[in-house]
């Protein structure tokens, strides 16, 4: 760097006001509420976890969380009531931040589905009591060993880990985030906040505890893997463009900027780093989408995290990354579209056959969920390929729709149960619709959602992604996407036929009579999934009027 280029960085830090003093950043309290709300219950929290009784803080955790989640819910509706998703829309927080239609939509989304999914986090009636104490489904210790005389001890004596409330709250504030930043930095932190939680959250399941680890061991080092593959490419993009905010980033690439920094002039435009940089991005994200080839942790993942946390993961986080990867495409790298256009394109079709056809194959119930998620994965992408306004729209639609569906459906794989905790194996579910009919009925209408049937909202929200591809110039995707849904209604038919038309066996599983918590889960579930499948036009409606980001 020359000594000129130091001097003007020197001059610039030592200068900041007029008067030599600091000046205070300007930052949109109001804005930020939803988020700002979630942090500061998940720091109570923490100190819940330090103050409160033993006894007496389960009972605070939750009414603690669910407060929250409802009050920052509140805080998402007020702003778009008052304008922040239309006209109002802006860029928060220094430039941080975008409170815009899309940004708003997808949280109210992730903090309905989290909701739901703290409800599924406090059900302590499936299993038996353990010395007379109702019990999760999280480990009584976390840190002990699995088989211990410390965890039996711990058992014995009612322990519950309800810092799992806490964590599941710093978890949602982390993806509040991530589909909302509007510079490189930002995400990257988002994506930290939000995925450290989920790996301890996946290591303490009560039951298979060795699994649980190891699932979260696998999830961790992926986890780092793409971690580092983003912020190795964020890097390459400050190098391209002299800034990581995506407004700046956006503008190098049309070319259409200004001024350029001197100490950046040798890099600022090489292509190969705008190039390498977009990719290595675009990896991260795909990874916490669970796209082919990236998908390699989430069949795992889903089998041997706690079924609750499961649930909450396939939700949200799909809603989170796929917010944030449409903003880079459509606000960063709009310029680019004829570069990753042909990359997505051959993502998303790798990703809707290979999910479908593994699934195929699967004989675990949690498994064949897991690789159906790939498999939706795939559709929605076909949604972002489309370039369009509507291709916004109908994926804001798609993940309303299946957060539900899916919390719903790991809801119900929690209440199949015998002597070994959850029974996952396909061949226990034998003969449920005789067993249990409301159960099998309710799982048999998610199954319904999940492979696109009419009337269900899997069909409205396949018929708005597959109509924006179609008319976004991708008809050869759309071609692939109805032949991979056809083979994915195979295996979702396959385990309605094994529930309604199998003799149940002697020693089958029960089906666990749950509290109120996870019946308000799976009610909530079932009525979405109809009122998004016999009544739309509203909510595709409202994500029409949200697919505008702010620029």
Request: with cysteine; net charge neutral; charged share 10%.
């Amino acid at each position: 760097m020359s000594a000129s280029a130091v001097h003007s960085l020197w001059a610039t830090v030592a200068a900041p006001g007029a008067d030599g003093g600091f000046t205070a950043p300007h930052i949109e309290y109001a804005q930020l509420s939803p988020t700002l709300i979630v942090v500061g219950a998940a720091v109570v929290g923490v100190l819940v976890e330090a103050v409160v009784p033993r006894k007496a803080r389960y009972y605070t955790q939750l009414f603690l969380s669910v407060v929250a989640v409802a009050a920052a819910f509140a805080a998402v509706v007020a702003l778009a009531a008052g304008g922040y998703g239309t006209t109002k829309a802006q860029i928060a927080a220094e430039g941080a931040i975008a409170v815009d239609g899309p940004a708003l939509f997808l949280q109210g989304t992730i903090l309905l589905a989290s909701l739901v999914a703290v409800f599924t986090f406090a059900e302590r009636r499936l299993d038996p009591d353990a010395h007379g104490n109702r019990v999760d489904s999280f480990a009584a210790q976390a840190a002990s060993v699995p088989g211990s005389e410390s965890e039996k001890a711990a058992v014995k004596a009612g322990f519950t880990t309800t810092e799992v409330f806490p964590l599941l709250l710093f978890a949602i504030a982390g993806m509040l985030v991530f589909p909302a930043a509007n510079d490189l930095l930002t995400l990257f932190v988002a994506l930290e906040v939000f995925s450290l939680p989920l790996y301890l959250l996946c290591a303490v399941a009560r039951r298979k505890r060795l699994m649980s680890q190891e699932a979260a061991v696998k999830y961790f080092l992926l986890g780092a893997f793409s971690s580092a593959f983003l912020l190795f490419g964020i890097a390459l993009m400050y190098g391209y463009a002299g800034s990581v905010s995506y407004a700046r980033i956006a503008s190098v690439v049309d070319g259409t900027v200004k001024q350029i920094d001197p100490a950046l002039a040798d890099t600022m435009g090489n292509d190969a780093l705008l190039l390498i940089g977009a990719a290595m991005i675009l990896m991260g994200l795909l990874f916490k989408v669970g796209a082919v080839p990236f998908h390699m942790w989430t069949p795992d993942v889903y089998q041997g995290a706690p079924t609750p946390v499961t649930g909450f993961m396939a939700a949200a986080t799909k809603v989170a990354a796929f917010g944030a990867l449409l903003r880079l495409l459509y606000v960063v790298l709009p310029g680019l579209r004829w570069d990753w256009r042909p990359v997505m394109w051959a993502i998303a079709i790798v990703t809707m056959l290979g999910g479908a056809i593994v699934a195929v194959t699967q004989t675990d119930m949690k498994r064949l969920l897991a690789y159906s998620s790939i498999a939706h994965a795939g559709f929605i992408l076909a949604g972002v390929i489309a370039t369009r306004p509507e291709g916004i729209s109908s994926v804001l639609f798609y993940l309303l729709a299946y957060s539900f569906v899916t919390i719903g459906a790991f809801a119900v794989v929690t209440l199949v149960r015998d002597a070994g905790g959850e029974a996952t194996h396909l061949s226990k579910w034998a003969g449920l619709g005789r067993r249990s009919p409301l159960v099998a009925a309710v799982f048999a209408v998610f199954l319904l959602a999940f492979a696109g049937i009419p009337l269900t909202s899997g069909f409205a929200g396949k018929f708005a992604v597959f109509k924006a591809a179609a008319e976004g110039g991708a008809g050869a995707l759309v071609v692939v996407g109805v032949i991979s849904s056809a083979i994915a209604a195979f295996f979702y038919i396959r385990v309605i036929v094994l529930m309604f038309f199998s003799e149940p066996k002697a020693d089958g599983p029960t089906v666990a009579v749950p509290s109120p918590l996870t019946t308000v889960a799976i009610g909530v579930g079932v009525v979405v999934t109809l009122v998004l499948g016999v009544a739309p036009q509203y909510f595709l409606d409202l994500a029409g009027q949200a697919g505008v980001f702010v620029r």
